[in-house]
């Protein structure tokens, strides 16, 4: 199994109550029942006021390889990466458990 964690940080000035911050986490919160290679699938909004902490996470799990790069390129993942894109930025980790 392989672990895909993804933490992103909101650009300057940008505020998750916009509306197409609140249309791009609509778009993760979807993706767990969208794509069949997730086996696991969580995503939610920062809850603490830390200086250091990002703003919104994903934990997610996939079989292997091949099942991350399927999601990876499965259309829905696509358009929900290029709306953050737009006002955040993210980092990734993929690992083996």
Not at 10 to 39: M, S, T
Request: aromatic share 12%; glycine share 6%; proline share 3%.
């Amino acid at each position: 199994m392989i672990r895909h964690l993804v933490l992103f940080k909101l650009n300057e000035g940008v505020g998750r109550e916009e509306p197409r911050v609140a249309a791009g986490a609509d778009a993760f919160f979807a993706l767990g029942d969208q794509i069949e290679e997730l086996r696991s699938w969580e995503c939610g909004w920062n809850i603490t006021e830390r200086p250091i902490a990002h703003d919104f996470a994903i934990n997610s799990s996939v079989e292997d390889g091949d099942a991350l790069k399927r999601y990876l390129e499965h259309p829905a993942h696509q358009a929900a990466a290029a709306q953050w894109r737009e006002f955040a930025t993210w980092v990734i980790a993929d690992y083996e458990f």
